[in-house]
């Protein structure tokens, strides 16, 4: 059967969305289908104008070639392009959300599109989620470095934002080392700890700190100070973007706006602050940043977004919509929509690589 496939990247971009993209062209091709590329998100069917008429591309075997390796994504993406509160600005300057959704179902009926694969973090498969309740059939493939999906044991793009904060930390240790001083390294992870736990536990951090496990400032300055009692004169601390004190909030870059989220950010620094005055020792904060969301996909990564691409075609040919794929080794399986979405995946506190964390004598500031 001949089918109009479209495709869209959405939230923040991730090692590995390039290697999808890939993965879902030739294998629709391979089933004789026509893929096409929403722009922006949802951006190239919404603001056609801005597009020169180019807003949504017919993608062949020559649109995706050598891409498997490359970071970003070929399609753009947005996180302000929520169409159900999609930005408008109003003539006295002032912008308000409006829902945009129905025009959506209408450009897919147009253009004859017979399904939506959506690449995307919780927002965008959420957005994907809503669309499928107003009878758009959606597949969902679930892509972020924070790997805080449900239903999946991991997103694409993780692992390499693991290995480059791992680098981080690593080149960190021979600087902090050099000039006795105490780091603390911001990466992210807005709900879930994942990036900080696995790049602090493998680039051996002496404090890790995660949303999870909320700290106390006086365990995590007591850990910095045993250890330079103890002998190394240097310390590393890893705090993941949404870690919050005992009994406190999240600190906060930036306020939500209309169509935008909240943007995290503001530990590093302020435990830096806080930590050369409890320990009076000298202390330097880096936020790695968007850094950790760039560069290319490491293998893993690189084959885990190739295998999702496949899987998602896979599920159109099986009409399993409303569904995502989701990595439950040693396989690929689909997962309703609903599922993977109902809660975040956290790092679970008592799960092993904490234990293994505890076991090595790295705090957690609880
Ligand atoms: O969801 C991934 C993520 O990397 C978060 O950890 C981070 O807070 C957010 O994206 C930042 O996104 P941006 O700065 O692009 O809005």
Not at 46 to 70: F, K, M, Q, W
Not at 174 to 184: D, L, P, Q, Y
Not at 336 to 359: C, F, H, N, Y
């Amino acid at each position: 059967m001949s089918r109009k496939i479209a495709v869209n990247t959405g939230g923040g971009d991730a090692p590995g969305l390039n290697a999808v993209i890939r993965a879902v062209v030739l294998s629709a091709i391979n089933e004789g289908w026509e893929v096409y590329g929403i722009r922006d998100g949802f951006g190239g069917l919404l603001n056609p104008e801005r597009y020169n008429g180019d807003g949504v591309v017919r993608l062949t075997a020559d649109s995706v070639r050598g891409i498997t390796h490359t970071g970003g994504t070929i399609l753009g993406t947005s996180n302000r392009g929520n169409p159900m509160r999609w930005p408008e600005k109003q003539p006295d300057g002032s912008i308000v959300e409006i829902d945009r959704s129905d025009e959506i179902m209408e450009k897919f009926r147009e253009r004859g599109l017979h399904c939506l694969i959506a690449i995307g973090g919780d927002g965008s498969l959420t957005i994907a989620r809503w669309l499928r309740d107003k009878g758009l059939p959606v597949i969902g493939i679930p892509k972020t470095i924070d790997n805080d999906l449900g239903s999946t044991l991991m997103t694409f793009g993780f692992l390499t934002a693991v290995e480059t904060a791992t680098d981080a930390i690593d080149k960190l240790h021979s600087t902090a080392e050099a000039h006795k001083r105490t780091f603390v390294v911001e990466v992210m992870g807005r709900h879930a700890g994942w990036i900080a736990l696995f790049a602090g536990v493998a680039g051996t951090a002496d404090v890790i700190l995660i949303p999870e496990i909320p700290y106390s400032l006086d365990k995590v300055a007591k850990k910095v100070r045993d250890r330079y009692e103890s002998g190394p004169q240097f310390a590393m601390v890893v705090a993941a973007e949404g870690a919050v004190p005992l009994g406190g909030e999240p600190l906060f870059a930036e306020g939500a706006k209309p169509g935008q989220e909240a943007r995290y950010g503001g530990i590093a620094e302020r435990l830096a602050g806080e930590l050369a005055n409890l320990c009076g020792v000298e202390t330097r904060s880096l936020v790695l940043g968007h850094l950790q969301r760039g560069g290319q996909p490491i293998s893993y990564d690189r084959l885990l977004a190739l295998r999702f691409g496949a899987a998602a075609v896979e599920l159109v040919k099986r009409g399993d919509f409303g569904s995502m794929v989701a990595l439950d080794p040693p396989n690929v399986r689909s997962v309703p929509l609903g599922e993977a979405l109902a809660s975040p995946k956290l790092v679970p506190i008592q799960g092993d690589v904490v234990r293994t964390a505890r076991a090595l004598g790295i705090s957690f500031g609880d």
